[in-house]
């Protein structure tokens, strides 16, 4: 599975995650995913500085998993 992920601040402060499936493969077989995005959605406690800053701290990562 090959998977590229976006989120709003650092892991543990981000309120919005945004994974998009880029390639998925079971037995050497490729899937066809219907919906490749997963957006995971929570309460921002952040104060206002942390929110005005977080762009500095946005994470995009590739990620390649095998199961």
Known sequence: MDYTYTANDRLHD?????M???HLK???????????NIVL??????GFFK???????????NVHKEL
């Open 14 to 18: 981000a309120s919005e995650i945004d």
């Open 20 to 22: 998009e499936i880029n």
């Open 26 to 36: 079971a037995d050497d077989v490729d899937v066809e995913v219907e919906g490749d």
């Open 41 to 46: 959605l929570g309460n921002d406690e952040r």
């Open 51 to 61: 929110k005005l800053t977080s762009r500095r701290r946005k994470i995009v990562e």
